[in-house]
């Protein structure tokens, strides 16, 4: 049969069907074949017969199947579009738009099915973390923030400390891990890479060669001034949660991305237990209350899961529609 391939297909009818949408093409989770084959003409689920999430080496955890399996994202039309604390001043979106092709290019290599949405829903998410962030251009921080901003980045790079960094505020031990394949309290080796930053190999190399002069933070913290490697880095980041919550038995979704981005925490328990806890859940909830406003800016709709059914506790009921 011939396959609807754009947004406005029913997605109940394909839910129904165990079809979700990602990278363009749609997915059957029961046979584990894609609706219409890659560029390779291959139609299986196999990382390696997809060029954009293809193994950099064997065993990559994150390149195997699901282990919860997808849901795929839904039609959101019922979170508030008038909260006036999302919105974007112009400048700031004078800035995203010039940003866009490199936030959407991100999106599509780091976006999979673990995160249960679709390409331009990842993009959204980019786009409303870079917002909250505060570090684009024309956001509209106080001066005070602003130089507060300047002095974390300074002494990241002059110190090798490990303050948040670029415009997504990364880490630069954050970006360690994505660049080792390592995943807070799950087992095994993941493979990322970065468009515009190194390898793991390629950064100690040059550590190396430099006679240690050079820490880990203090060169990835550099790199992460680069706009274009930050958003990739954070993009990276997001698609590592979307493996470690998806480890866990839970379905990702744009709400525990958000808090896992910005406090380390996603599973129920750990905010529920954690003092980062009521900050997750802060996050999570602005991030919800973000994504209508950030499509808006972006120009595009897309499918995504605001939050699962375990995280309903969670939810500012705020951001609803009435």
Known sequence: ????????????????MGLYFAHGRWYNQETGLWLSPNEKGDYGYEPNNDPVNSARSNGCQNHLP???????????????????????????RKTIARLKSDIHASAMRHNTSKTNMDDNAFAALLTAILHWEGKLRGNGNSPSHQREDWLKDFADIQF??????????????????????????????????????????????????????????QLLAVNLQDQKASIDYLAANL????????????????????????????????????????????????????????????????????????????????????
């Open 160 to 217: 090798g400390a490990d303050f948040s960094a670029g415009i997504v505020k990364i880490k630069p031990s954050v970006a360690l891990e994505i660049l080792k394949g390592e995943i807070p309290n799950r087992p095994g080796q993941y493979c990322y890479s970065v468009t515009g930053g190194w390898t793991y190999t390629d950064l100690m190399s040059i550590i190396q060669m430099q006679g240690m002069f050079y820490t880990p933070f």
């Open 66 to 92: 699901p282990t919860t399996p997808p849901v795929g994202g839904q039609t959101v039309d019922w979170i508030r579009l008038d909260n006036p604390d999302t919105w974007f001043p112009d400048e700031e």
């Open 1 to 16: 049969m011939q396959f609807p391939s754009n947004l406005n297909f029913n997605l109940h009818d394909a839910q129904d």
């Open 239 to 322: 698609e590592r949660g979307a493996d470690r919550i998806n480890g866990f038995g839970f379905q990702a979704s744009a709400f525990n991305l958000g808090a896992w981005h910005n406090t380390g925490l996603q599973t129920p328990n750990e905010i529920l237990t954690s003092p980062d806890g009521p900050r997750a859940r802060s996050y999570g909830n602005t991030i919800l209350a973000t994504m209508p406003r950030a499509f808006n800016v972006l120009g595009i709709q897309g499918l995504y899961l605001p939050y699962n059914a375990d995280e309903q506790q969670f939810i500012d009921v705020g951001n609803l529609k009435p």
